[in-house]
């Protein structure tokens, strides 16, 4: 288990997913190894860019831990969150719409660091599944609502204010989306490299963005060929955000 963890954080997500899995068959069906095993091939998944195979882990993984820890524990409640992560990779975003939904009420009436946390996390996948279906001004407002109250300088508050941004950038708003996007970037910078690797190439989507938007089209240009270079690199070719970098990169160029 500690390999596999080392593993993903060390971005060799091909070599984690096949360690936790041979953990997770190594064990009983009900053991926590096991799931947690499950759980941790689901998200080596997804980083390859595998989000139909790291969906059907993660539903493997729900079920363990449902049966190990019940329904309102915060990892089961977790597991959810990630899993809703997937729906929106796969497009899927009313369906994540709904499962954010539900893990935020049920986190919401927790309580603990963890549950606080969590609230945070499927209020994010929840923002980022109405930018997706044009809703750009609840996501907004959402994320400015979970920004308020998530006020730590961590990872969960750059990827609420990476929601934010592709809010502003949504309506048009490409000043805004500018500045906010810059502070995104300097607090990524200001990350642990464990706590920044999750999100790369993000900050330079957005600043693309929103570049792109206000005609800055050069400077545009840059960021969204780093913001694909850094994608590629780190999670592979159909990995949802080296997709998104790659159109975005195809229309600045008139593609």
Avoid at 116 to 125: E, Q
Avoid at 160 to 176: F, H, I, P, T
Wanted: with cysteine.
């Amino acid at each position: 288990m500690h390999q596999a963890k080392e593993l993903y954080e060390a971005r060799r997500y091909a070599e984690a997913e096949a360690e936790a899995r041979a953990v997770a068959r190594s064990r009983p069906r009900d053991d926590e190894y096991a799931a947690l095993a499950l759980n941790i091939a689901a998200i080596a998944t997804g980083a390859q860019g595998r989000h139909a195979e790291a969906l059907a882990t993660y539903e493997d993984a729900l079920a363990a831990f449902t049966r190990i820890f019940g329904v309102a524990h915060w990892l089961t409640l977790k597991v959810r969150s990630d899993r809703a992560q997937q729906l929106a990779a796969l497009g899927r975003y009313a369906e994540c719409e709904a499962e954010c939904a539900a893990v935020a009420l049920a986190a919401a009436g927790g309580t603990g660091s963890e549950m606080a946390l969590l609230t945070a996390a499927s209020r994010n996948g929840l923002v980022y599944a109405l930018n997706a279906q044009g809703r750009q001004a609840e996501a907004e407002a959402l994320a400015r609502e979970a920004l308020a109250a998530h006020r730590a300088a961590d990872r969960m508050s750059l990827v609420l204010r990476l929601g934010l941004v592709r809010s502003l950038n949504g309506q048009a708003r490409y000043e805004e989306a500018l500045v906010e996007a810059q502070g995104a970037g300097e607090l990524f910078r200001g990350l642990s490299e464990e706590q920044r690797h999750p999100d790369a190439g993000a900050v330079e989507l957005a600043l693309a963005t929103a570049l792109s938007g206000l005609g800055r089209e050069d400077e545009a240009r840059g960021q969204a060929a780093a913001a694909h270079d850094v994608c590629l690199a780190s999670f592979g070719p159909n990995h949802h955000r080296t997709v998104e970098a790659r159109a975005l990169l195809g229309r600045i160029n008139g593609g």
